[in-house]
């Protein structure tokens, strides 16, 4: 099943776009089993958390360890 998911206080650089998503389907592959934290919805997009199955690797932490967004909350 396909979700349009928006990552809850994600705030990607527009530079920065292009890597974030290739380091994203290269820790989370197309396929992979995720568990979804949800925190909302805007327009029909689910703002969540997204976590690998064993829960060890969130998308935004990932992000933001590799200096790729910034956290914005508001």
Known sequence: ??????????????????KATNLLKREFPRGSKVKVKPFGSKDNILI????????????????????LMKENCL
């Open 1 to 18: 099943r396909n979700l349009t998911i928006r990552l809850y206080c994600s705030d990607v650089n527009e530079n920065n776009e292009i």
């Open 48 to 67: 969540a958390k997204v976590f690998n199955l064993k829960g060890t690797k969130e998308m935004s932490e990932l992000l933001i360890s590799h200096d």
